[in-house]
């Protein structure tokens, strides 16, 4: 990506630009980002891994987990020529194989119910850094794994913004630690409820998705165990589909006070477990419902 971010502080009658900084990563920013990482990306801080032994020694920069209950991998490109695509992938190859040793991380730090949510079907590895060059960008699309590539700028010392450059999903969810779950067993996976729809719902849905798609070029889709989230740096839309009602559940981040609830189309469900994230629940039954909930979608999006 060759573009540039440009930001100007207007004065009565004039124009600032205020110049962006991307240097190599300090450690100061490193920490700023950790400070604020659930704001920023929705990740809560588990810490950072120190690896030993002759497989996987190292130091993972920062080791989390998502909204979504994906465990997650953070690496800071630190200099130019550092490879921190490999370097982020050699973590998770280590993730994979301890995640044993994970969940005990997440239990300690979160409690037993984190502990029992997370979800191995979409681990996440993030590269962050002043800049990527096309070479990195074309190197993750022919990689079957979640990879994100994120660009910061600075801008003085109060501003900071992260812009996404490219993100990759991989082509399907993998399923590691499901044969032992007991939920797997009663609860079908979103991907067996969408092969099984009846054709009217499965149509809802897909005008849905295309809906949200539309947004803007920074929507990535995230396809969960039992939902797909859509998402920019962070969720904005969750979405569940109920073949027996038949209905479309939509999470989205939008205050429920905010707007007037509709019996039947929204409610506020910030007390009400559920799938994904979001306080607001729209249940989209037909077309003209999708119309309906589509300004709270937009809403959802630009606030994300």
Not at 95 to 102: A, I, P, S, V
Not at 274 to 301: F, M
Request: contains cysteine; aromatic residues 8%; charged residues 30%.
């Amino acid at each position: 990506m060759t573009t540039d971010i440009k930001l100007f502080k207007f004065g009565d009658d004039s124009a600032k630009e205020i110049p962006g900084e991307a240097s190599a990563v300090e450690k100061s920013l490193h920490e700023l980002i950790d400070t604020h990482l659930e704001v920023l990306l929705g990740i809560r801080l588990l810490g950072h891994e120190d690896l030993a032994g002759p497989k996987h020694a190292g130091r993972i920069d920062t080791l989390g987990i998502d909204e979504n209950n994906s465990p997650v991998i953070i690496e800071y490109k630190r200099s130019t020529d550092q490879n921190v695509i490999n370097q982020g992938l050699f973590y998770m190859d280590w993730l994979l194989d301890h995640q044993g040793e994970f969940e005990l991380l997440v239990l300690k730090k979160l409690g037993k119910d984190k502990a029992a949510l997370i979800d191995w079907s979409a681990p996440r590895l993030l590269c962050i850094a002043g800049g990527f060059s096309r070479y990195d960008e074309y190197a993750v699309e022919q990689m079957n794994r979640n990879i994100e590539l994120i660009r910061y700028r600075r801008f003085g010392k109060q501003l900071l913004m992260l812009e996404m450059v490219n993100a990759v999903s991989a082509s399907s969810p993998s399923t590691a630690g499901d044969g032992d779950d007991a939920t797997a067993k009663t609860y079908k996976t979103v991907s067996e409820v969408l092969a099984s729809l009846d054709p009217p719902l499965l149509e809802l849905y897909d005008a849905l998705r295309d809906r949200i798609l539309a947004l803007g070029d920074d929507v990535q889709e995230k396809k969960l165990k039992y939902y797909i989230a859509f998402k920019r740096l962070r969720n904005f839309a969750c979405v569940e589909v109920r073949p027996k009602e038949p209905t479309v559940l939509v999470y989205l981040k939008v205050k429920p006070n905010e707007v007037t609830l509709t019996q039947g189309f929204t409610r506020d469900v910030s007390e009400i477990g559920h799938y994904g994230t979001g306080d607001l629940e729209v249940k989209i039954r037909t077309s003209e419902d999708l119309e309906r909930a589509a300004p709270l979608i937009k809403k959802s999006y630009e606030a994300s």
